[in-house]
């Protein structure tokens, strides 16, 4: 089901109508014949769909960018230092940007002592977006082009802020860190010889670690946890009970726990050899 056809069903009509009341929403959700995985869907879209880029997106003033006349050494000192994977590249000034640098590309494609090195040479594309889109209208956005990365351009050209797929994530999958958090809570935990039970907002990082799965390197080009990893592996809003197969890695992911606007809890079944090892024991 598209998102047009979910705003003919809840009455919505066309994108510019005024949102409907939560209420309300809930009400015909609720009248419709569908089951408690569809309207938990149902609701996490409607939520995205009523999210305007410009209320989530990064603020100009805190955007962390390379101009594109640095030198290999202080490109990968700015990466260090904003602790980033990515970064808008942009030439004499962020209102004219030219695209994103990742990390990897950097690494890979040049030398530190190669004086003749061009930020240019590692430029990937990025989108450029309205204030006034939906979070949902650049997920699917992000989904079709497989880019990951959006500034926000206001009506005179100028650069007004930078939208991630992982701020996206956030929305369903909650924030990084919560106020409400403890910092010796465990993300994961072993539940058996092949399985485990994770934190949505878990790194990937520490999930590799901790499991010893090997994670192929386009599951981790664009995002950082394991919420922003099912993004990307199902292409749609996940709803509960979801299984997401992740064969080439070795292993599923089962949405475990979830509300009506976020996944809290993840299953994660190995079901391969894609490992390093038997993973860290309790």
Sequence with gaps: MNVSSLRNL???????????????IQELVEEASLSREERAMIINVLTLARIRIEDLMVPRAEIQALD???DYQHAVADFKSSGHSRMPLYQRS????????????LISHAEAGDKKFKLSRVRREILFVPPSMTALDLLNKMQATRIHMALVIDEYGGTDGLVTLEDLVEQVVGEIEDEHDTQDVDLIRKEGPLSYVADARLELEEF????????????????????????????????RGEIIPAVEAGFEIVVEDADARRIKRVRINRIGASTTGAGKEE
């Design 10 to 24: 809840l009455g919505l009509g066309a994108p510019e109508t005024p949102e409907l009341q939560r209420a309300k």
């Design 68 to 70: 594109d006349q640095e």
């Design 94 to 105: 962020l209102d004219n940007p030219t695209g994103l640098v990742h990390v990897k590309d």
């Design 208 to 239: 590799e670690e901790f499991t010893g799965v090997n994670l192929t390197d386009e599951m981790k080009d664009e995002v950082d946890t394991l919420g922003g990893l099912v993004f990307s592996l199902t292409g749609r809003i996940p709803v």
